[in-house]
């Protein structure tokens, strides 16, 4: 595990309740300044003072400003996951358009919860090294892609699910860097790119 790595990974896990609420605290407390200060406002003493705890306590879980930022970014890919889960699930009866909806939906809902710290915490995460934990989850996204398409007779499933990812994250990625917060437009817009590539199943 190379050093820059190591800087995302907590120290350790809170194993208490009171332990957890300290921790919850803590990234809570960064996303705060995240969505009114901006990333550049975000140290660990700012953190620690806005959280209401000690720089010690603070660092008994987070070595440093990167590992708060990655636990942030894996909470927001683990809501979005049960996201995709609860969207996969409610549709397995549906047609192949409810499903795109549905999953289309399950992948701008953070957005529509806390915009600002969603579209801060994307661009975050492309500047830093992906962990295990996170290509398991983007694999599992990517599985539930798949598991969709096959119960609609689409071919080639992990090709097709690959490409409608690409188009998917393509289209958000840029429109969330580009400030854009209409989400029920991107949503449309996402909507007829991928039915469009999927015309002939559906």
């Not at 190591?6 to 995240?34: F, H, M, N, Y």
């Not at 620690?48 to 660092?59: C, D």
């Not at 798949?146 to 958000?172: C, K, Q």
Request: charged share 25%.
């Amino acid at each position: 595990m190379s050093r820059s790595t190591v800087r995302l990974v907590p120290r350790k896990r809170p194993q208490q309740g009171r332990s957890q609420a300290t921790c919850d605290a803590i990234l809570e407390a960064a996303a705060r300044i995240l969505e009114n200060e901006g990333r550049g406002a975000l140290t660990t003493n700012r953190v620690a003072e806005r959280a209401g705890v000690s720089i010690g306590s603070l660092y008994q879980y987070f070595p440093a400003r990167e590992a708060i930022l990655a636990e942030l970014i894996r909470r927001m890919r683990h809501e979005m996951h049960a996201d995709f889960v609860t969207a996969s699930n409610a549709t397995l009866d549906g047609s192949l358009a409810a499903a795109v909806d549905a999953l289309i939906s399950a992948s701008l809902r953070h957005h529509l919860k806390r915009p600002i710290l969603a579209r801060l915490l994307e661009q975050i995460e492309d500047e830093l090294p992906f962990d295990a934990e996170t290509t398991a989850l983007k694999s599992q996204f990517a599985d539930m892609v798949v598991s969709t398409l096959a119960r609609h007779g689409v071919a080639n499933t992990e090709r097709t699910a690959f490409d409608l990812i690409a188009i998917s994250h393509g289209l958000s990625h840029a429109a969330v860097r580009a400030g854009e917060m209409n989400f029920d437009d991107l949503h449309a817009r996402i909507r007829r790119a991928v039915l469009g590539y999927l015309d002939r199943w559906w």
